[in-house]
């Protein structure tokens, strides 16, 4: 595939050098728009840490999808129903049963599985938690990836890794501002925090010991995603997936803070940057560094506008109220620029939020109606659909030059 990648990013606190110079102003060139490659993937020994999750379950779904072979690391299969046992995610992989706060034993995992790539996912990912168990979030999110980059270090297999952290990785100073990617980390809960933290450490250990490893080293890059929704999300705290147990159930909804304005996309808009992030990376090790994928302008809404859009869509009934009682401080607005993501890899989401909602209503209506089976027919079916739809987007052919 032809592209106008010209250079990599640096990590939050470095300076732009290899940025695409025009990004975000709204002039800059049009950028080539790229698609997940199936030929770069099939047989691929792809890793997936937090295979068990959200985001994972979709990850090592879509990966198997296309022939790769996925090995997952995970500590646990999240209660039920998970989206990991629904679509069965766990029947076409390796799995490897490990806690990321353990060291050696992350190590031997990713050593036994040589993979030629590895996504990074395992975290404890909720904010709440976090501020009940912040000792639990440091290590998992801190330290997990620390011992994850002293593995791939030990991994001479491994040339692409891609760390997941968060837009909630930023110091959001001013909650107006869209975050780019050489802003400063920070983050004022314990997750956050553990985000940025995660994002230093990373780009410590790129400089320290992959960019001087030269051609070969492996090339090491962070995400940062906005909120993500999509079927298969029962996580406390999450709002769709409290909307998700209340629309199920009947109840009403008891919603903290309806004015707080997140960037809300589908989980697979996300997933496909990632994807498109290691292909890319694979030919390309200058793109190593820092890249934010995030929805449009239009998607970034407040949580009411989100309830009422899943409103309108939910064929059953959905109540919700605003719980005035007093909560721990959430950021009254989070935003993300990822004009870098569109100039530098051709990635831009495929499903806009009304899609991405209708998406989920569908899983919703499906798991409603045929329990897990018609869940995981439902997700399946929808990565195809989304599969599709981004290489009929895509600009050019979507075979690129991979050495194997
Ligand atoms: N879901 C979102 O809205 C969102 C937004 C931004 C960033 N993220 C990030 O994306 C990644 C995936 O998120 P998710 O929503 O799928 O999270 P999730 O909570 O659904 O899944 C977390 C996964 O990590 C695993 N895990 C947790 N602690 C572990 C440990 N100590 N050792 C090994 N495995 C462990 C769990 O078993 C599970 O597989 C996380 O890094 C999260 O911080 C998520």
């Known amino acids: 595939m ?40 099939e047989g691929r020994r792809v890793l997936v840490t937090g295979h068990t999750g959200f985001k994972g379950a979709w990850l090592s779904l879509w990966l198997q999808e296309m022939g790769a072979q996925v090995t997952g690391v995970s500590d646990r299969v999240l209660p039920a129903p998970s989206l990991f046992e629904a679509a069965s995610v766990g029947d076409r992989m390796t799995h490897r049963w490990v806690d990321v ?32 168990e912040p000792v639990l979030t440091y290590e998992t999110n801190v330290m997990g990836t620390v011992h994850l980059l002293e593995a791939v270090r030990q991994s001479p297999a491994t040339r692409v890794t891609v760390v997941v952290t ?62 993500v929704i999509g079927g298969g999300d029962w996580s406390r705290d999450r709002i769709l997936a409290d909307a998700m147990r209340t629309a199920l159930g009947g109840t009403c909804l008891e919603v903290r803070n309806p004015e707080s304005v997140r960037p809300w996309q589908h989980v697979l808009n996300p997933l496909s940057g990632y994807l498109l992030l290691a292909q890319r990376l694979w030919v390309s090790p200058d793109l190593a560094g820092g890249w934010n994928f995030g929805p449009d302008e239009k998607d970034t809404m407040s949580v009411r506008s989100l309830l009422e859009l899943f409103g309108e869509r939910w064929p059953g ?15 009254p607005a989070l935003r993300l620029d990822s004009s870098l993501a569109r100039d530098g890899l051709g990635w831009q989401p495929t499903w806009d939020l009304a899609r991405g909602i209708d998406a989920f ?17 439902t997700t399946r079916r929808q990565v195809g659909e989304f599969e599709q739809q981004m290489a009929e987007q895509a600009d050019s052919p979507l075979v690129e030059p991979h050495a194997r």
């Open 2 to 41: 032809v592209s106008t990648v010209t250079g990599g990013p640096p990590d939050g606190a470095e300076q732009t050098q290899g940025r695409p110079a025009t990004g975000g102003t709204g002039t800059s060139p049009v950028a080539v728009r790229g698609a997940v490659d199936r030929t770069f993937w």
């Open 101 to 132: 706060r353990d060291g050696p034993a992350l190590v031997s995992a990713v050593r036994s599985a040589e993979p030629e790539v590895v996504f990074h996912l395992a975290a404890q990912s909720l904010v709440r938690t976090s501020l009940e």
């Open 166 to 227: 968060s837009d909630k990785c930023y110091d959001n100073a001013d909650p107006n501002r869209p975050h780019r990617e050489p802003d400063p980390m920070g983050g004022s809960d314990p997750y956050a925090s553990s985000k940025g933290c995660a994002e230093l450490v990373t780009g410590a250990y790129r400089s320290s010991y992959f960019a001087r490893g030269g051609a070969d080293a492996c090339r090491v890059a962070t995400a940062r995603a906005g909120n």
């Open 317 to 331: 009934q959905f109540e919700w109220r605003h719980d005035g009682s007093p909560h721990p401080h959430e950021e």
């Open 361 to 377: 209503t569908e899983w919703l209506c499906a798991y409603r109606d045929r329990d897990v089976q018609g869940a995981g027919e």
